[in-house]
């Protein structure tokens, strides 16, 4: 058992703009606890009632500024839990703080760069590493995807996902047995036998995730998500099986309401918007507390899943994720004086050790065979009855592996049953019979050698018998050495066909572009693996692809007019940038990886040749030995040594290629799930663009204020949702990021802005301003009555037509603008408004 307390860890993220001195300082001498220092700084102070603190100090294991990569974060907090995993003690790792403070940056990683992976990836990285490495174990590892919405539990990886509304899927639901265990009801499984296969699975759940967000369900900031790696480990022969679970968690935004900022009450206790994040303190402050018996986990399914993580059998970490900027004080400061009473939290990991009944069944029905014939032979109890078909067949199997057995310690052992042991001898002398009559052709080497002796009927010489000894020897050699040979032919063969048919896959990948937005690295993806070796490796590639794949289905089935207005949204999208930068990085590591599959299959080739080189030499040798009649040299010659340092060094070489190839593998496979993700929310964002692009061509056409029977545009009832979800947005003025985002209520509005791209001017202040521009009036007007319930192609040039306006407008009132002076609308991001976040400025 392993006794010890939560784990608490800070990371204070980059600030977006400038670096704001003299807020916060962390202490991090070697002999004592290091600690951070949030300084408020003076104009915050200022009007505080005297007693005010102006500074508040917090204890951490360990604190992680600005500049700590994702590499070093895993190696100190994540390594060490994934170790204990690998022991089969359970770990969890939470990560908590405001919205915008980096737990998704944390836990998940960054959407854009390889080298931002978070800890999901890299502990898989690790795991499966650890396990191939481990042959003296056999391990199972599953993956399950949580989420945790408005108290209401969703399985990420349910395939339904993509089909129906979060809504209609069956929620998850927590189910309690007798002993006090939590089972999680309709929440999946999925076996995960590489590391690819596990990444693919948390891809798809994020984007499982992604897809079902509205502004209505702020999912990313909202809900919790809880991904979990559950490892089995047992050891052959034994029934002991461990089983350790892995959570970690994206908790939601720690954002508190209740609370009027810098007027003296700041740092006043504060709700939480979420009340899962509620009940978790209650959970926390109970277990702090000495003495208290109850602990109110089943108030929230969130506290109910995680129970054994919060002082219970698991070893636990927290990372507090602190955006440390002026505007953000307070909610650092809850996050920190939250982490503080989760390090009182004594946690005591066991060994979760079970025996699998299956084969403990198996352990004793054989104890119960041996001690059966054990007791027939003490009582002399005799078995008359026939052996069995089965049971002779089973014997001369035995048999057969007993004398080609070249272990002289080898026995044969078919228990106390004198049947059995009366059958082995006459199989024996059926053997050796056969052998006189037809020669040492159908006897093993073994019988036939041993009995040589037996049949000559005059004694042997001594010479002569060496002899004949050192001929067989030789014999034996060429035998092995012809064996082989006829191997290696044999694998050639096997690899050939496998190449084969690799190479129809890869056809037909190419024949059908796994992407419908169609870029030219998709076809690539199965050409990499020239390396036979590689082709089971590669080939998950395909299925992933598939995975991703039917998410952007959509575009499939758009009209003209919106595949074009769909480019123009691409071109002016902030996400392109990224997504193009990637695609550039994945053909620098697509050529790269060629040219290693290439000189992997040089070098595969030049050990190929080496070793046959040597093989000859080796034949050449036994042959000579055959025409002098002499025995093979023990020792190799000069000539072999050298062809066998070469060897060994072309092995190395292969061998360093070969790791590179399958590092970079791995990251090309993180760059395109990445990619995919980031035209899945493309699309996604474009949908919505495109829906209030309708509508804004509805609010513009004259007759829009004449007309009463207003049709939705939009099919889907979700989808219905998100358009009055705007119209309230704009009519309430919630365009703007509001109150210099802590979070709070403007994080369904600040979403809603970052989902859809906004022009410039916002559309909020066009729409109240009544004075139209003369450009405007070449806007193409359409009543409102013509406008179909779903998107024809007619109705979807109108909006395209209107778009194009539109734009043709706003840039030259945004050149109008820097013209005169004003350092706006040099780019396209102006044109969509640029992504902000809470805790932007
Ligand atoms: P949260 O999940 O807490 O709401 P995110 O992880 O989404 O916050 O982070 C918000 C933004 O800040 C993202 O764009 C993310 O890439 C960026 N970010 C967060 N932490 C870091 C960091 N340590 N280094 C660089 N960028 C970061
Ligand atoms: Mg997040």
Redesign the pocket.
Same mark, same amino acid.
């Given at each position: 058992m392993v006794k010890q307390t939560i784990q608490i860890f800070a990371?204070v993220?980059?600030p977006v703009r400038k670096h704001q001195q003299g807020i916060y300082s962390i202490d991090e001498d070697e002999k004592l606890i290091p600690s951070l220092e949030i300084i408020l700084p003076r104009d915050l102070a200022d009007g505080f009632v005297n007693n005010k603190r102006e500074s508040y100090k917090f204890k951490f294991q360990r604190i992680f500024d600005?500049d @700590?990569n994702q590499e070093t974060i895993f190696e100190n907090i994540a390594k060490p839990v994934a170790g204990s995993v690998l022991e089969g003690y359970n770990g969890t790792i939470f990560?908590y703080?405001? !919205?915008? $403070?980096?737990? =998704?940056? =944390?836990i998940t990683g960054? @959407?854009e760069r390889y080298s931002?992976r978070g800890i999901i990836p890299r502990t898989l990285s690790y795991i499966f590493e650890q396990l191939q490495k481990d042959s003296s174990k056999m391990y199972t590892t599953h993956i399950s995807y949580l989420e945790i919405y408005n108290e209401c539990g969703y399985d990420l990886l349910d395939p339904r996902h993509e089909a129906s509304s979060l809504e209609d899927l069956p929620k998850v639901t927590i189910l309690e047995d007798p002993d006090q265990n939590i089972h999680l009801k309709n929440l999946t499984l999925h076996q995960a036998t590489t590391e690819e296969e596990a990444l693919n699975l948390l891809f798809l759940g994020d984007t499982n995730r992604m897809i079902a967000e509205t502004p209505m369900n702020q999912a $990313?900031?909202r809900s919790h998500c809880i991904f979990t790696i559950h490892l089995s480990s047992k050891e052959p022969g034994s029934a002991t099986v461990r089983h350790a679970k892995l959570h970690l968690v994206?908790l939601a935004?720690s954002e508190r309401v209740a609370k009027t900022g810098v007027g003296g009450h700041l740092l006043t206790e504060a709700k939480y918007i979420n009340l899962s994040l509620h009940y978790l303190e209650q959970v926390i402050i109970a277990l702090s507390e000495k003495h208290r018996s109850h602990i109110p986990y089943r108030n929230s399914m969130m506290t109910s899943v995680l129970r054994d993580s919060l002082g219970g059998n698991c070893m636990t970490t927290m990372i507090a !994720?602190l955006s440390l900027e002026k505007r953000n004080l307070d909610e650092s400061i809850s996050t920190c004086r939250f982490a503080q009473r989760v390090a009182l939290i004594k946690n005591e990991a066991v060994l979760n050790e079970e025996i699998d009944p299956r084969l403990m069944i198996k352990r004793l029905q054989k104890e119960i065979q041996e001690l059966k014939d054990e007791l027939a032979m003490v009582t002399g109890e005799q078995r008359t009855e026939a052996l069995t078909e089965a049971e002779l067949l089973q014997l001369e199997k035995l048999i057969t592996s007993f004398l080609e057995d070249q272990d002289p310690e080898s026995r044969l052992e078919v228990g106390a049953d004198m049947r059995k042991v009366h059958h082995c001898f006459h199989h024996l002398k059926k053997l050796l019979n056969d052998k006189k009559i037809f020669g040492n052709n159908t006897v093993s080497n073994t019988v036939s050698s041993e009995s040589k002796d037996q049949d000559c009927q005059e004694p042997l010489k001594e010479e002569e018998y060496r002899k004949l000894r050192d001929t067989l020897k030789q014999r034996d050699n060429e035998i092995n050495i012809l064996v082989n040979m006829l191997k290696k032919e044999k694998k050639k063969a096997q690899e050939a066909l496998h190449l084969a048919g690799m190479d129809r896959r890869e056809f037909r990948h190419s024949q059908s572009p796994p992407f419908p937005l169609g870029n030219p690295e998709e076809g690539q993806r199965m050409r990499l693996s020239s390396a036979p070796s590689q082709a089971q490796d590669f080939s998950t590639l395909g299925n992933r692809s598939s995975l991703l794949h039917k998410k952007t289905g959509m575009r499939e089935e758009m009209s003209l007019g919106r595949q074009e207005a769909f480019e123009i949204f691409k071109r002016d999208h902030a996400d392109s940038v990224t997504i193009d930068d990637n695609k550039q990085i994945l053909k620098q590591r697509f050529s790269e990886a060629k040219a290693l599959g290439e000189s992997i299959n040089e070098a595969r080739s030049k050990i190929g040749h080496l070793k046959e080189e040597i093989t000859q030499r080796h034949i050449q040798q036994v042959a000579l030995g055959i025409s002098e009649n002499m025995a093979v040299p023990l020792m190799p010659d000069q000539q072999e040594e050298k062809l066998r340092s070469q060897l060994e060094e072309e092995k190395r070489r292969y061998k360093t290629m070969f790791t590179r190839l399958k590092a970079l593998k791995v990251e090309i496979e993180h760059l395109q799930l990445l990619m995919d993700k980031a035209k899945v929310k493309l699309q996604k964002e474009f949908e919505v663009w495109w829906a209030e692009e309708a509508t804004n061509l509805q609010v513009n056409s004259p007759a829009v204020n004449s007309l009463n029977h207003t049709k939705p545009f939009l099919q889907t009832s979700d989808s219905q949702h998100q358009q009055s979800q705007l119209f309230s947005n704009k009519s309430s003025g919630g365009w703007e990021v509001q109150g210099q985002g802590t979070g709070r209520f403007d994080v369904c509005d600040v979403n809603a802005r970052k989902i859809l791209p906004s022009p410039c001017p916002s559309p909020h202040s066009q729409k109240q301003s009544n004075t139209s521009t003369p450009l405007e009036d070449s806007i193409p007007k359409r009543p409102m009555s013509s406008i179909p319930l779903t998107g024809d192609s007619q109705t979807d040039s109108d909006i395209l037509a209107f778009i194009k306006a539109r734009q043709s407008i706003l840039q030259k009132q945004c050149k109008f603008t820097s013209l005169g002076g004003s350092s706006r609308a040099t780019g396209h991001q102006h044109l969509w408004g640029a992504h902000s976040?809470?805790g932007g400025e």
């Open positions: 990371r993220k980059p600005q @700590a990560a703080g405001q !919205t915008g $403070s980096g737990k =998704t940056f =944390t960054g @959407a931002d $990313s900031t994206d935004g !994720t976040e809470v």
